[in-house]
């Protein structure tokens, strides 16, 4: 079936005549005998694919490709009904029908939209061609518009584009920076320990430098301190490069989470003894956690740890456990220390930042909270702290779990 023409002529029997010789041509033709009528058949297209709520389709049955109308009719007259149909279908090509044929009509009929004119009477022949570049001038302009309408979205893919690249950049630039910065961190970090270890070597094995033998005690303790610090920034480090890769495996369970706290305990008492603080654990005895047991014990010694080395003397640490949202376990390890301010607590997770105290006394490399976080989030968990200056710290890790009843507490 060829194109779908819409004639519209107040003369009847011009119109019948005209769509039977088009129909012969090719051409499936709809004749109307009115401007109101011909408006009648261009709305019901119109809500039918309002109903079905989508785009115009070229090729959607029911669709007029073309428009020829007389332009003296009753009515609407031929250039209104232009101007109607095309504020329907702006896609339609118009073509108008005149026996007046002056200069002002074919001007009016090509501002409201018209493709051409034709002068009444006409031959069939001269029709024709006319036909033929009114629908090629109609495919054309719909080709144009849909390529516009592509540009239009490829421009937008194109700033959205930019957007995600330049967003990338930015995250490449930081991750770069961070990347310096850990690794110049990291560098300065290796070489304190090993500092001190070939510095109390190189004394011991000195001829011209002499010692007593307690120095000489006191030197190799030096350097096995030294080498146990060096081990475990190691061995936290190979921790962290294996969960930033993905190659950390765990192996999660259901398990009693008593008898973890007390061997964490028992592991960590004798460094509270030292500094003579008071270790209290409190945890219900049928509280249990899904988590991997060997990396939930390092979770917990690490917090109890710095729990008791940034306490002030004499002080207190308290583990404690209840229930949390969503079907999870917190578990609390709270001290009397010091405490920390808003700015203190922005930088905590950040890797070798020790907050002020990388000249005190107490050891420790800058990567245990970073880890331990990272571990505890590896266990469908989170992390978190409170804390106020001058009163100590809490910092609690919630994982799936449950407290249960019967609070067990050990002084």
Not at 145 to 174: F, G, I, K, S
Not at 257 to 270: F, N, S
Not at 316 to 323: I, K
């Amino acid at each position: 079936m060829g194109s779908r023409i819409l004639i519209v002529d107040d003369e009847v029997a011009h119109m019948r005549a005209l769509c039977d010789t088009l129909g012969a041509h090719g051409y499936d033709t709809v004749g109307c005998a009115s401007g109101a009528e011909a408006m009648q058949a261009l709305q019901a297209w119109q809500a039918l694919q309002a109903m079905q709520a989508r785009e115009p389709d070229p090729s959607q049955g029911g669709r007029f490709q073309l428009l020829l109308a007389d332009l003296m009719m009753p009515g609407l007259d031929g250039i209104g009904l232009v101007q109607a149909a095309r504020a329907i279908d702006a896609d339609l090509a118009c073509i108008i029908m005149t026996g007046e044929g002056t200069i002002s009509s074919a001007v009016q009929a090509m501002q409201v939209g018209a493709l051409d004119y034709i002068l009444k009477p006409f031959k069939i022949s001269a029709i024709l061609p006319i036909l033929v570049r009114a629908l090629e001038t109609r495919n054309l302009r719909i080709q144009n518009e849909l390529l516009e309408r592509r540009l239009r979205e490829h421009a937008v893919q194109l700033v959205r584009m930019n957007e995600e690249l330049r967003v990338a950049r930015m995250q490449a630039d930081r991750a770069n920076q961070a990347k310096s910065a850990f690794l110049s961190n990291m560098s300065h970090e290796l070489r304190t320990p090993l500092n001190a270890i070939l510095g109390f070597a190189q004394i011991l094995t000195s001829e011209k430098l002499v010692s007593t033998p307690a120095q000489k005690k006191q030197f190799a303790n030096n350097i096995l301190l030294g080498a146990r610090h060096l081990l475990k920034l190691t061995n936290d480090l190979l921790d962290l490069a294996k969960i930033e890769s993905g190659a950390l495996s765990l192996d999660l369970e259901r398990m009693a989470l008593a008898p973890v706290l007390q061997e964490c305990r028992t592991l960590v008492d004798p460094q509270a003894r030292l500094r003579g603080i008071d270790l209290r654990v409190a945890v219900p005895e049928l509280a249990w956690v899904t988590a991997d047991r060997m990396r939930l014990k390092q979770v917990l010694i690490n917090l109890m740890s710095n729990a008791i080395k940034y306490n002030r003397e004499f002080g207190c640490v308290t583990v404690h456990c209840g229930a949390a949202s969503g079907e999870q376990l917190r578990i609390s390890v709270q001290d009397t220390g010091p405490g920390l301010n808003d700015e203190q607590v922005a930088s905590l997770f950040q890797p070798f930042n020790r907050l002020g105290q990388e000249g005190g006394t107490q050891e420790g490399s800058g990567l245990g909270l970073v880890l331990t976080r990272h571990l505890v989030e590896k266990m469908a968990g989170e992390m978190g702290v409170v804390s106020t200056v001058g009163m100590g710290s809490t910092f609690w890790i919630a994982l799936p779990g449950c407290a249960g009843i019967d609070v067990v507490c050990t002084a």
